[in-house]
T-cell receptor, first 112, second 116 residues
């Protein structure tokens, strides 16, 4: 699976959009981009995933560049409860038994 | 609450003791994973079960570690002769049978192990 690179930490004002970048310049054509987040003292929580097209669900939006070398997770109206570590993961063969490889993620702090 | 339960939430033990953790996945989930997480790092894969069969093990899973899922439902992770380096959060995750191309795992809240 391709390596992903994320900033170590970011701050965001409450109520504003939080834009979390992820670089995956070596991603291959059949690798998906998955995002999980981990709130303190809890296990990781799935947010969203995508392959080529932009995706949106009730939690967030995922914007993937046309060359697929980077992506951005957007939390449209961040709240204090969105403070967490956000992990961007490249996954080959979704649905297979392959384990997820987490990096160190981005610590997002939403400020009041 | 994801529906994945782990017990205990916290465990403090002395070096050299054995410890056992339990994970109860979501009932219809036939796939179960164990991960370990140390402070400031992302979770690291330890092992994977499909039903009762242990199909994959990480090199992190030394001989002192053993995992079981005897009836394809709950799972246990045992660490023998604990060492201080075993101090970590141990996370369990599950996912349903193969139905769609999705790597959506449901994680429990973990067991925090402290080895003194």
């Amino acid at each position: 699976d391709a390596k992903t690179t994320q900033p170590t930490s970011m701050d965001c004002a409450e109520g504003r959009a939080a834009n979390l970048p992820c670089n995956h310049s070596t991603i291959s054509g059949n690798e998906y981009v998955y995002w999980y987040r981990q709130i303190h003292s809890q296990g990781p929580q799935y947010i969203i995933h995508g392959l080529k097209n932009n995706e949106t669900n009730e939690m967030a939006s995922l914007i993937i560049t046309e060359d697929r070398k980077s992506s951005t997770l957007i939390l449209p109206h961040a709240t204090l409860r969105d403070t967490a570590v956000y992990y961007c993961i490249a996954v080959r063969e979704p649905g297979s038994a392959r384990q997820l490889t987490f990096g160190s993620g981005t610590q997002l702090t939403v400020l009041p | 609450d994801t529906g994945v339960s782990q017990d205990p939430r916290h465990k403090i033990t002395k070096r050299g003791q054995n410890v056992t953790f339990r994970c109860d996945p979501i009932s219809e989930h036939n796939r179960l994973y164990w991960y370990r997480q140390t402070l400031g790092q992302g979770p690291e894969f330890l092992t994977y079960f499909q039903n009762e069969a242990q199909l994959e093990k990480s090199r992190l899973l030394s001989d002192r570690f053993s995992a079981e899922r005897p009836k394809g439902s709950f799972s246990t992770l045992e660490i023998q002769r604990t060492e201080q380096g075993d101090s970590a959060m141990y996370l369990c995750a599950s996912r349903p049978p193969f139905r769609q191309l999705n790597e959506k795992l449901f994680f429990g809240s973990g067991t925090q192990l402290s080895v003194l």
